[in-house]
């Protein structure tokens, strides 16, 4: 693993467990074995260093899930799969998805440029966009389709943290919320 890997890696791991306020630059560097001048060498700032993150782990969950969406056909079984493997990607990541988490409820998100926002979730809004021409779901903002998924993938993680589930159980209350949300946002 290079040096920017591991900062990445003690980052995650501080910024979950400490917050983003209460982890300086040089506890990161001081738990990664590298100096703070390489820190910054990478990541010019603090924020540089949390955006860069987010973006990463962004890209890692969407190279996990994507693959799995290319093999589904109908436009339902789409939303059904993003959601299942949203979900399951967290529960196999979850300081990755805790932090996706706490960025994206924090001042930070307005640091990413709204073009980046919109190449990360154009593929989630194009499917709601043909299932709305499909008049599979009510026509609605597609920005507030993926606002309700993305909340229902967090608080259904959460709860699937929250005790000890087999993963069967895990299976069924996935199965059992999706077919919540989608009740939700059917014709």
């Known amino acids: 693993m290079d040096k920017k890997e591991i900062l990445l890696q003690t980052a995650l791991k501080l910024f979950v467990s ?11 560097a001081k738990e990664a074995g590298i100096a703070t001048g390489t820190l910054f060498y990478f990541f010019p700032t603090k924020d540089d260093l949390i955006v860069s993150l987010y973006l990463r782990l962004k890209e890692l969950a969407a190279e996990n899930i994507n693959p799995v969406l290319a093999e589904v056909k ?17 529960l ?15 001042p930070y998100l307005k640091k990413i440029g709204n073009n980046e926002i ?20 009510i026509d609605t ?36 919320t999706f077919s919540m949300f989608w009740k939700m946002i059917e014709c």
Do not use: C, M
């Open 18 to 28: 400490q917050g983003f306020n209460d982890t300086p630059t040089s506890k990161i």
């Open 74 to 90: 109908s436009t339902k079984e789409i939303i059904k799969t993003y959601y299942e493997e949203s979900l399951k990607w967290s």
């Open 92 to 106: 196999r990541n979850p300081n990755e998805f805790l932090f996706l988490a706490q960025f994206s409820n924090s």
């Open 118 to 137: 919109s190449t990360q979730i154009a593929p989630v809004l194009q499917i709601f966009s043909s299932a709305i021409e499909e008049k599979q779901i």
């Open 141 to 176: 903002d597609v920005n507030l389709l993926y606002a309700l998924i993305s909340n229902q993938v967090f608080g259904v993680n959460q709860y699937l943290l929250s005790k000890k589930f087999t993963k069967k159980a895990q299976h069924k209350i996935i199965d059992d």
